[in-house]
């Protein structure tokens, strides 16, 4: 195998894996948000905020990445970098709640899988 195959397939396996990551994470954050009182106190309100906005930019990045040549590598790495912050932001968030350990844990790892794919990048 060549090295420009070998670079090929390191980007198509952090590009699944990044898009994996981000539907992983969106599907626990709409999960937390769901789960909070949307009549509760300020911090319930952020909380709930925090993961319906990381689950709408996991999802809207997951599509980026699953789409084939249809957004260039610009437009990509400002969608990785956005979902990346967003990401390490709701992690902060929810560290402090009982029973979010999941959901921070999630953010984390899209976080990771988001700056690996930015790597790939270059």
Do not use: H, P, Y
């Not at 670079?7 to 699944?16: A, G, K, P, Q, S």
């Not at 905020?49 to 699953?66: F, H, N, P, Q, Y």
């Not at 990401?87 to 899209?110: K, M, P, T, Y």
């Amino acid at each position: 195998m060549t090295a420009s195959q070998q670079e090929l397939i390191r980007f198509l396996e952090d590009r699944f894996a990044c898009a994996q990551a981000c539907t992983d994470c969106a599907r626990v954050c709409a999960l937390r948000a769901s789960l909070v009182d949307s009549d509760g106190a300020g911090g319930q309100e952020l909380v709930r905020r925090k993961g319906i906005m990381c689950a709408e930019v996991c999802d809207a990045t997951c599509r980026v990445l699953s789409e084939q040549n249809l957004v260039d590598e610009d437009g990509i790495r400002i969608q990785l970098e956005w979902c990346r912050a967003l990401c390490l932001e709701s992690a902060r968030v929810f560290d402090g709640l009982s029973d979010a350990e999941d959901a921070a844990a999630a953010c984390r790892a899209c976080a990771r899988a988001c700056t690996g794919f930015l790597d790939t990048l270059g």
